[in-house]
């Protein structure tokens, strides 16, 4: 078992930068691809970012955050981080990480098996 907890969500205006947190317990961290996801109102799951298990080995980036976001991770300390920058009121979502046991990168919902309760950004135009 994982269990992730994330932070760092909050309010900012658009232009604005946040940086998430993802914090790991549980079995080796390190052996897991991580990634995160969004879901706004009204709205499926989406996939944001990933990043593999080797740490700064492959990551990949949907095209709506690429340039603005950076995923990064430190197996050392059980965490994955998201830099959001040049936020946009379209970027307002719960955002949940998500741990996979693979090899690579994952970056669709059922390729993962673990996930965390999400928190919450929100950005004013």
């Known amino acids: 078992q994982v269990r992730l907890v994330e932070s760092g969500g909050g309010l900012v205006q658009a232009g604005g930068s946040l940086r998430l947190s993802c914090a790991a317990s549980g079995r080796t961290f390190s052996s897991y691809a991580t990634g995160w996801f969004r879901q706004a109102p009204g709205k499926e799951r989406e996939f944001v970012a ?3 298990w080797r740490a700064g080995t492959h990551t990949y980036y949907a095209d709506s955050v690429k340039g603005r976001f950076t995923i ?3 197996n050392a300390k059980n965490t994955v981080l998201l830099q959001m920058n040049s936020l946009k009121p379209e970027d307002t979502a ?3 990480c998500a741990a996979a046991l693979k090899e ?3 970056t669709r919902t059922y390729e993962y098996d673990y996930w965390g309760q999400g928190t919450q950004v929100t950005v004013s135009s």
Do not use: K, L, T
């Open 50 to 52: 990933a990043i593999s």
């Open 104 to 106: 690579g990168i994952a």
């Open 72 to 74: 990064s991770r430190d």
């Open 94 to 96: 719960v955002y949940c």
